[in-house]
């Protein structure tokens, strides 16, 4: 395997019966890359997960990880954070994390400093006496995320980490994200909301029913789908946009989700098509439309031989979006 190669994954298959669960994917996540791994419940992100920390074994293929045919031989330098959690449920929270730090190779009297930082980054500080079993579901997310990265691993695989967090919570978890890569981690993190992979990654594989869509960094993905459109809400919500579509360059003016679309011709300077827009229709908010990882994402999908209805889709991504909020 190449050195600027974390994972590595040539032609992987694998099936559970008749159910192909992943279907001859090819996967290469660079040393230092940020990568969001996405796609709806059920697409195969689990199962290819589980291949690269060899939890599972392919049908055929090849699994390469850190220089190693299998993340086993190293297991001290990778970081997982499964989609299953699982704490020692009757341990109290510091001997947990003192356990997990020493199998990752830790140990030292600054253990317990690590420890009680890392739980205080994270929003738990004191909680070092508490139970596992007394912790809400997301405690023990935040304890579980703090066994993964508390030995500084060089690589980190996350599967839904955000899953049972609410929003404060989520947002202190993104940083840390970053504050990880920015220390020279190497992160790959799955997740089905996609609004998700759009703030943190800067590189998103998508796949649908094991197959890999697209492989892209996301500013070539905003590139190869820019839907030529700008977003415009006018001052007055009264006021007359007819005038809009007298705009040279303009194809056409579309009721969107907040406010107006304004449709651009090919070719089209999107900042000159603003300013015309502005001197036309004094605006409250005027800016460029930038594709969603979801309408390209269905786009895709929708677009093949399967003929799956797009609506049915969106429905079903926006469902498991609302689903992997706490109540």
Partial sequence: MATDAAIRLKGVTKAFGEMQAVDSLDLEVPVGGLYGFIGPNGAGKTTSIRMI???????S????????????????????????????????????????????????????????????????????????????????????????????????ILDEPFSGLDPVSMRVLRDLILAEHARGTTILFSTHVMPQAEEICEHVIMIHKGRKVLDESVPAIRNRFDPRAI?????????????????????GVTDGERGLEVLLRDGTDPVAVMRSVMDAVPAARVELSRPRLEDVFIGLVTDSASGEDAQHLRAELQDAEHSGTPQ
């Fill in 231 to 251: 977003q415009f809400e006018p001052l007055d919500p009264g006021a007359d946009t007819g005038a809009l579509t007298s705009i040279p360059d303009v194809e």
């Fill in 61 to 156: 293929g090849e699994v390469a990880v850190l220089g190693q045919a299998s993340a086993l031989d190293a297991k001290d330098r990778i970081g997982y954070l499964p989609e299953e959690r699982g704490l020692y449920r009757k341990m109290k929270v510091r001997p947990f994390l003192r356990y997990v730090a020493r199998l990752k190779g830790l140990h030292g009297s600054d253990l317990d400093r690590r420890i009680a930082g890392w739980l205080a980054r994270v929003g738990l500080a004191g909680i070092e006496s508490k139970r596992c079993d007394e912790l809400s579901k997301g405690m023990s997310q935040k304890v579980q995320f703090v066994s993964a990265v508390i030995h500084e691993p060089d690589l980190l």
């Fill in 53 to 59: 920390m060899s939890i599972l074994f392919p049908d």
